[in-house]
């Protein structure tokens, strides 16, 4: 494939990049700028720059917005997970304890959120569909209040943390294994809203 | 165990003597059908074991065409459906009466019906009076020749299921001495709208209706003793929460809809309170509120889950389910909380508890080798019998209001489906279809009455 057109676009940038660009102008080419390349036969380059990933500008963040305060919950929780928060946290077959590794992503939660203060969680306890719906239905309960007496334990206020057990009603999962059981024995944490705390 | 071998040997030996009984005493002839494995003596059926013959003609239809002959068809195939479920009868159907030469006239035909070893004969006339039709239903007595009950019913076509379950209950009730359950209902949950909603259904699987439209998760249904009213689970306002159908209106009252989880609801004998699990302090234990959530009071107060109550049929004792042994297992308590103990010893997950109507039997779900079976139970001596096998997840047992059958569900066909079966084990029919059905409920009376 031909690349010589290139040259059109790389050597504007390389020289934006060595001669510094203009504020507020946009440092992408005109959009009219029309690159015809069968009538124009450019010169063939002499060398070869290699242009590094870095030249491509990252967007400059608006240091006022922080996606933990947005309205938008979806973009909380995404950014939460993005900062290390566990939203699911698994459990052993009828069991409601929680294991060494629980504890460490539950720790790294629980410092999330004494940072974020003002935000609210919803634990969500599941269990897999073995044994009955209504003892499924308690034994999420149970796990959902593992979780929340841990978190508060690690000083997050238990005001905002509400528990809910879904039971076996809602799985993540659907095949008939332990692959996909161990998948929906679990502690789901969503943030659901945000107090008027702090 | 000691008493565990003391049971078995009793029971082993009061065994032996119900199998002798009937011979010492029996007054059929030696050419009885084979009866049905005789169940576990401890748990005896109800109404006694003998089946009675019942010849049963052809119905008369006279002067039907159209919509009444197609109501008419159903409503002989629903009395003899009704008559040979109940349990009670040797039916002797059209077919097993061809060899008979009969004239019609039950007492010219005594002598035909005493050659098969017939005790009564059933007759029906059905005709129609305009849009309805009329049921003329007779019983005679092939010993004495005698017309011994005449009953006529009359309704539209659309109840004609209902005209012939009336007539078959009341069939039974003379004949045997004990109510009939053709008029009784259950009520299921069943996802076939997408969401899990609660239902009711005939006895028999037909006349399936949605009670419940939350649009959400809505389970464990349980019937009001008067058939009216149906407590259940419902997720549609966010946390679980009881909640009350009236049937007749359609309205839908909340018991208790505040804290995280409120589940499986259970109605007191009377249908004044309502008992039900509730999570408090980081775990589930059982409550007892009235009707509309009025004086909440606790009943357990362990470190495990207490759930799942089931308040027996007159009214003194819940069974419930709880943890506290390590694996969920069936206990009793007072209705008052007091006098807790356990149940059940075998099985290493026991919930589910449901009574038998006379409150001396539960049948509950319990996993033995791995797989969930349906047991039955009797309160006082614990001697239990586990009713099925193999693979398949049976959960979920409900006592027909006769006491004589359990409804529960099953996987054994893939989905979760309602099956119906007798109190041995036995003559197991499946009654739903659609989507996948669970949480069965049996009523207690016959409901619409």
């Known amino acids: 494939m031909n690349r010589k057109w290139m040259v059109w676009i790389v050597a504007p940038v390389l020289l934006t990049v060595l001669y510094g660009c203009p504020k507020k102008k946009p440092q992408t080419p005109p959009q009219d700028l029309e690159v015809d390349t069968t009538t124009v036969t ?53 069991e409601d304890s929680l294991s060494d590794e629980t504890r460490e992503r539950l720790a790294r939660n629980a410092d999330l959120l004494k940072s974020s203060a003002q935000l609210t969680v919803t634990i969500e306890g599941h269990a897999d569909e073995r044994g009955t719906n209504e003892y499924n239905l308690a034994l999420g309960d149970r796990r959902a209040n593992a979780v929340r007496d841990y978190l508060t334990s690690l000083g997050v206020d238990g005001n905002r943390l509400r528990t809910l057990s879904y039971g076996e009603e809602r799985p993540v999962c659907t095949n008939v294994d332990e692959s996909c059981w161990s998948q929906n024995r679990r502690a789901h944490m969503v943030i659901t809203g945000r107090a008027n705390v702090g | 165990m000691r008493s565990r071998a003391i049971y078995l040997a009793a029971a082993s030996l009061l065994l032996a003597l119900g199998l002798m009984l009937p011979r010492i005493f029996a007054q059929e002839p030696p ?138 209950d009341e069939v039974i009730r003379f004949l045997i001495g004990v109510p009939g359950i053709s008029l009784s209902s259950i009520a299921f949950t069943s996802d076939r709208t997408g969401q899990k909603e609660i239902f009711t259904m005939d006895y028999d699987g037909q006349n ?85 959530g009025g004086n909440l009071r606790r009943l357990t107060h362990s470190n495990a889950i207490d759930t799942n109550p089931a308040w027996s049929p007159k009214g003194g004792e819940i069974a419930f389910t709880s943890g506290r042994a390590g694996n969920p297992h069936i206990y009793l308590m007072d209705a008052e909380g007091a006098n807790q103990r ?38 006082v001596t614990l ?33 979760k489906q309602i099956y119906v079966m007798d109190l041995d084990g036995g003559n197991t029919r499946q009654i739903t279809s659609e989507g996948n059905n669970d949480m069965p409920d049996w009523s207690r009376l016959a409901s619409e009455q």
């Not at chain 2, 009236?246 to 409120?262: E, F, H, I, M, Y």
């Open chain 2, 31 to 168: 050419a009885t059908p084979p009866q049905q494995q005789p169940p576990d003596v401890t748990i005896e059926l109800r109404g006694g074991q003998r089946q009675f013959r019942l010849a049963i003609p052809p119905f008369r239809v006279a002067g039907v065409s159209g919509d009444a002959a197609q109501t008419t068809r159903e409503i002989e195939q629903v009395v003899r459906q009704d008559l040979v479920n109940s349990g009670h009868f040797i039916i002797q159907g059209p077919e097993e009466l061809r060899a008979l030469t009969l004239s019609g006239d039950v007492q010219r035909d005594l002598e035909a019906y005493r050659s098969v070893g017939s005790e009564a004969v059933l007759t029906a006339d059905l005709r129609a009076e305009g849009d309805r039709i009329v049921l003329e239903g007779r019983l005679f007595d092939i010993a004495s020749g005698q017309a011994i009950l005449a009953k006529r019913y009359r309704g539209t076509f659309p109840v004609g299921r209902r005209i012939a379950h009336t007539f078959a």
């Open chain 1, 42 to 94: 450019p010169p063939a380059p002499t060398t070869t720059t290699d242009v590094p990933a870095t030249t491509t500008p990252t967007p400059v963040e608006d240091e006022t917005e922080d996606p933990l305060l947005s309205a938008d919950m979806q973009v909380v929780n995404d950014e939460l997970r993005r900062r290390g928060f566990s939203p699911d946290v698994y459990f052993e077959y009828d």
């Open chain 2, 208 to 292: 399936q209706r949605r009670v419940t439209g939350h649009r959400s998760t809505s389970m464990s249904p349980s019937w009001s003793p008067g058939g009216g009213e149906i407590a259940y689970t419902s997720f549609f306002n966010g946390p679980p929460g009881i909640y009350i159908a009236d049937l007749a209106s359609g309205r839908k009252q909340p018991v208790v809809t505040s804290g995280s989880l409120n589940t499986t609801p259970t109605f007191s004998p009377d249908g004044g309170r309502v008992a039900f699990a509730r999570s408090v302090d980081g775990n589930v234990e059982i409550f007892v509120a009235d009707r509309k």
């Open chain 2, 342 to 379: 356990r149940l059940s010893f075998d099985g290493t997950y026991n919930d589910g508890a449901s009574w038998s109507p006379s409150g001396d039997l539960i049948t509950f779900t319990s996993r033995r080798d791995g797989r969930f079976q349906i047991v039955v139970m009797n309160v």
């Open chain 2, 383 to 415: 001697a239990s019998r586990v009713l099925t096998s193999g693979a398949g997840e049976n959960e979920s047992p409900t006592f027909s209001p006769d006491g004589r059958k359990i409804a529960y569900v099953s996987r054994r066909s893939g989905r």
